[in-house]
Every structure is written in structure tokens, then in C-alpha cells.
Nanobody, 127 residues
């Protein structure tokens, strides 16, 4: 069975950092594009970043560009989202998801292109 499990969320002060992990099981993550999404209270879920399969291309939403990075550890079947210079507006539940279509843009993350989702991890940025 395919599973994605996010971890690494928590409470952090503005300007701080967190690294989220997306541990995959039931499939080989390096063969799939993996996306990160977030949903803030009262807002729609939005795409944050995506890493493609193979020799990866990476994409970021403008709101997190130059602050977040995305990477893979194929040996651990895990995708990471490193979040630096965190702002209160980054507060949200963060989800990872497996794509069955290629991600190709930092500005467009059609949720219909993703077939499996994790349960989410809460990130709270507050002093």
C-alpha cells in the first residue's frame, strides 16, 4: 500500500528554520514527482514546491522562493522540505503528495495531478 508520512513540523519563532520530511512507503519515491502543499486556517490548500523524478528539477511558489529548498534521499525513500527564514504567514498544515503527472511550474500545482497524500504536519511560526 502506498503511504506518505510527513514529520518535522512544530512551533518556531519568526526567522527560524524547520525541515519537514515526507517518508514514502509502498512505492519508490525517486521514480515519481513529489509535491509539498500547505493549508492555512481559513484558506485553500496551495502548492509550495515540487521535485521531479530522475535528475530532478525543482520548483517553488513565489511566496517561498529563496527561503525553502526541496531535496530527496533515495536511500531513505524520503523527500525533504527545508524551510528557512520562516514567517508567521508560513503557518499552515503542510502536506506532501505523489504526482502521477510531471510537475513543471512553481506557480501551478493542480491537485488532480496528485494521487496519494500524507496526513499533514502542523507548522506554526510565532513569537
Amino acid at each position: 500500500q502506498v503511504h506518505l508520512v510527513e514529520s518535522g513540523g512544530g512551533l518556531v519563532q519568526p526567522g527560524g528554520s524547520l525541515r519537514l520530511s515526507c517518508a514514502a512507503s509502498g512505492f519508490t519515491a525517486e521514480y515519481y514527482d513529489i509535491g509539498w502543499f500547505r493549508q492555512a486556517p481559513g484558506k485553500e490548500r496551495e502548492g509550495v514546491s515540487c521535485i521531479s523524478s530522475g535528475d530532478p528539477s525543482i520548483y517553488f511558489a513565489d511566496s517561498v522562493k529563496d527561503r525553502f529548498t526541496i531535496s530527496r534521499d533515495n536511500a531513505k525513500n524520503t523527500v525533504y522540505l527545508q524551510m528557512n527564514s520562516l514567517k508567521p504567514e508560513d503557518t499552515a498544515v503542510y502536506y506532501c503528495a505523489r504526482a502521477f503527472k510531471s510537475c513543471y511550474s512553481g506557480d501551478y500545482y493542480p491537485e488532480d495531478d496528485y494521487d496519494y497524500w500524507g496526513q499533514g504536519t502542523q507548522v506554526t511560526v510565532s513569537s
